[in-house]
């Protein structure tokens, strides 16, 4: 009589312990190659950190944009900021207006058009004050700090409102 525990089945009966081996090694090294193969896929896709644009000095430069080309009421020019697009604009009161240029609705460059701003991609339109008045955007425009030094305007993050009180 035998007992069915301490018989094999066929397949186990036919592997030796080398055969086992070699398999484990093979299969190891397949994985290990298939994740050589994947790290520099995964390296290309993954999202890579966003300089500051501000940089340590917590200021940038504008861009083709002079104080003079701002400098009576109603006057407004695109211009740039560390590779970004921007708008700066003087309202008719005399306030000095900066805002990054980027749609808040797909991320195309908005332009200044006098007594608006207007994005040529799906029509969205933003008032002086970069809020989002007709189309599609949801949001209103990242505002920026604007300020001439040295003859030169430059743009500073907009500093956080004070939510106590
Ligand atoms: S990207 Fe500006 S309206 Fe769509």
Redesign the pocket.
């Known amino acids: 009589m035998t007992n069915d525990k301490d018989e094999q089945s066929p397949g186990e009966a036919s592997q030796d312990p080398s055969r086992r081996r070699f398999l484990l090694t093979l299969g190891g090294l397949g994985a290990l190659w298939c994740g050589a193969a994947a790290y520099p896929t995964y390296k290309y896709l993954a999202p890579q950190p966003v300089p500051d644009p501000f940089g340590k000095e917590g200021k940038a430069q504008v861009d083709k944009i002079s104080p003079a080309e701002v400098a009576q009421p109603g006057m407004g020019k695109n211009g740039g900021y560390a590779n970004r697009g921007l708008v700066v604009l003087r309202k008719p009161d005399g306030t000095l207006k900066a805002f990054d240029a980027k749609?808040s609705?797909?991320?195309?460059n908005?332009a200044f058009e006098g007594d608006k701003l207007h994005?040529p991609?799906?029509?969205?339109t933003y008032d002086l004050d970069g809020k989002n008045i007709a189309?599609?955007?949801p949001r209103p425009l990242t505002e920026l700090k604007v300020f001439e030094e040295n003859g030169l305007l430059y743009v500073a993050r907009l500093a956080a409102p004070n939510k106590q009180g």
């Open positions: 749609c609705h797909a991320g195309c908005v994005c991609c799906h029509g969205g189309g599609p955007p």
